[in-house]
């Protein structure tokens, strides 16, 4: 038996927990990969005195870089820089290089992964998208003889927890995102995870994979889930939805693919919908094999960090490069406008006179479907029929006695 | 590019699936994997005039075993003889063999894997669990950094087809059976998946993975769905669950396991509860990821032919053995009588007066949980407390009250 070497870079929840699950089922892994795996170096500018591990921290990068004895390096410290000049690095030094971190990935990835080819090693990132959840590797693994055309999910752990104390609660926005921030799920700053971005880059890495071009963050519609109110969960599921913050991606008929994360009523028999608290659901669809759905925890310390070890064991089994893992590189006009495809649109507004306002708005959308709650409300809610969306967000914005409209899509 | 070629056993609804697939996507095929694939041979003792590739077939084993040209062999003949003895053959002579067919691995798995180990090639079978769905592969590789403990789910198509029936549409046991027949999901003889033994092939290559040694069909106490009732779907439906045919094992302290296939009352915000009609869903649990599930199309052509056809494109991707998939041969007492471990049951009875019965269960389980129906049906229904099977079902004989008793299990 072999030892190989491996260094951690970032101690933070991922590192530590990667650390302890590499650690603690060292015997286990090393029956399966019939090598020793061995820690043998952890980059972290703060100091961990008083671990069993304390003396293989390290503060210098160079010493990962120069040390050849290293062939495999763990990058879970999070954010661009220097993560991205680190892994490029070690990458050009013939290291594989392991990584949690989707900011990078939807950054950088079609990059990274083509200096991985030429280098003959691995660039994996399993756990950039739904935390332990296998999900990239069975895309790109398992559905290979399938042309995928559509990819979607409930990307975010934090939105989902706080949309399902909405839902199953009733409890409202700012009370169900302190209840989140109290449990740790949300950051005292919450907005990467309620405005959207931390979804938006997990379906960045979804498109990416399934449809063979990158995908910047920039090129993806990005809706967060701060406006949602108690009514519109209210009025979905009069209509049998429920509301969840989705990334969407589809591939359209000219090569091209539209890419959005928004908040969506999602019906109640999809599988989307039973996804609750902070789990998170990736589905798949393929010409051969239909509908797929990947479910677990989408986040955490040891469900992550067990994505980032199996990572590092599939390295370790094969120190040659993985050759299931490529995508090309974008382009600017890969990415269609969304509003110039068809969707479907929910609808709330306040109104001075229900029935004025429905006459208005049959009168414009002829069949637009009402959702009825027996309350007079002077508010109205209804679902449009499929549509190019500028198109229905043009009648909507015409629509007079509308007062305050909101938006949302509808995921059929 | 080169040209890999191979070679497919049985030309039935997989065989002829995994030909239009390999055929139908042939360029983008070529693109990921680099190498063109050329279907050689396709054996089968038919006839097939008129096809386009009707030049293609063969009679004789023999040519696909000496053509050294052939590097990997798709088997998708079902049964055990003579798939047994090809495959065997096939891997004996340096040929990676990929297979659906769940009844050769459930018997032979841990032979067939030794064999290909030991000649450095491939032996691949994910579609023989869960048809098109990824699981084995994510189960092997992605997971890998986890102490496995539980897998199970829902394994069989055709049952689940006929259960949901039953459950959503309030059908008959044997007018859902009948339309799954018309509707070509169940066989004229429907025993290998009523009876539940195409569940238990798949529980035992499942269990065979997660836990690391074979388990053989005959150690999997099995039990079909075909006493199930109507009324026994209302009474789970009042008391919160939904009845499946759940395959299940458990990894136990001692390194042992329990294996079994059973109609089981799923609690309804389990996962697994909302998996419907002919879908399939496989939930695994490890000690670092949590509950992960995999769901989509058990079944089917295309979806078990696409299944197939990855671990072909695998194969021509890494033509030296891929390492992730293998476990050691089991062994007699490696699964225990499950009548010895811990369960909670479901109770349905015929009763003369429901009082003088219900006092009876009371004085001999006294936690039993009775299921309210509202109705004076000359009937009851229970649920046990937690407790080893073996002693509750003693109790449960023990009720000189109940007749005709009929027993389940509860999946909490």
Not at 189 to 217: T, W
Not at 318 to 332: F, I, M
């Amino acid at each position: 038996m072999q030892t190989v070497n491996v260094a951690v870079m970032g101690h933070g929840v991922v590192g530590s927990g990667v650390v302890e699950v590499l650690l603690s089922h060292e015997k286990n892994i090393a029956a399966k990969v019939k090598n020793e795996i061995n820690v043998k170096y952890i980059l972290d500018l703060r100091d961990f005195p008083g671990l069993d591990y304390s003396e293989r921290f390290i503060k210098d990068f160079d010493l990962i870089l120069k040390d050849e004895s290293v062939k495999v390096v763990v990058e879970v410290m999070g954010g661009i820089h220097p993560a991205y000049e680190y892994v490029k690095a070690c990458l050009e030094a013939g290291k594989s290089v392991c990584t949690s971190n989707k900011e990078l990935v939807a950054a950088h990835g079609a990059e990274l992964l083509k200096i991985a080819g030429e280098k003959n090693v691995n660039f994996l990132f399993e756990a950039s998208v739904g935390g332990g959840i296998p999900v990239l590797r069975p895309i790109a693994q398992c559905l290979s003889a399938n042309d995928l055309y559509e990819v979607f999910g409930i990307l975010n752990g934090t939105t989902n927890f706080i949309l399902t104390k909405m839902i199953r609660e009733n409890m409202a926005f700012e009370d169900a995102l302190a209840l989140a921030q109290q449990l740790g799920y949300a950051e005292r700053n919450p907005s990467a995870d309620v405005d959207g971005h931390d979804a938006c880059r997990k379906i960045c890495i979804l498109a990416s994979l399934c449809f063979g071009k990158h995908v910047y963050p920039e090129q993806v519609r990005t809706e967060g889930i701060t406006k949602i109110t108690l009514a519109d969960v209210e009025y979905a599921d009069i209509a049998g939805y429920v509301i969840k913050l989705i990334g969407y991606s589809k591939l359209l008929e000219d090569g091209k693919i539209t890419a959005d994360v928004y908040p969506a009523l999602v019906p109640k028999n999809n599988q989307l919908a039973g996804v609750d608290d902070v789990f998170n659901a990736v589905m798949v669809r393929g010409d051969a094999v239909g509908d797929v759905l990947f479910y677990g925890r989408g986040a955490g310390k040891l469900p992550t960090a067990s994505a980032v070890v199996a990572d590092v064991i599939d390295c370790v089994k094969h120190l040659n490069a993985r050759k299931y893992l490529s995508w090309e590189d974008g382009s600017k006009d890969y990415v269609v406008d969304s509003k110039t495809v068809k969707t479907r649109l929910y609808v709330r507004a306040y109104v001075d006179d229900i029935l004025n306002a429905k006459t208005e708005v049959f009168s414009v959308i002829s069949d637009a479907e009402f959702i009825v709650t027996g309350e007079d409300k002077n508010e109205v809610a209804f679902l449009t029929p499929v549509g190019v969306e500028a198109e229905l967000k043009e009648k909507i914005t015409s629509l007079k006695q509308l007062k305050n409209t909101s938006v949302l899509h509808v995921l059929d």
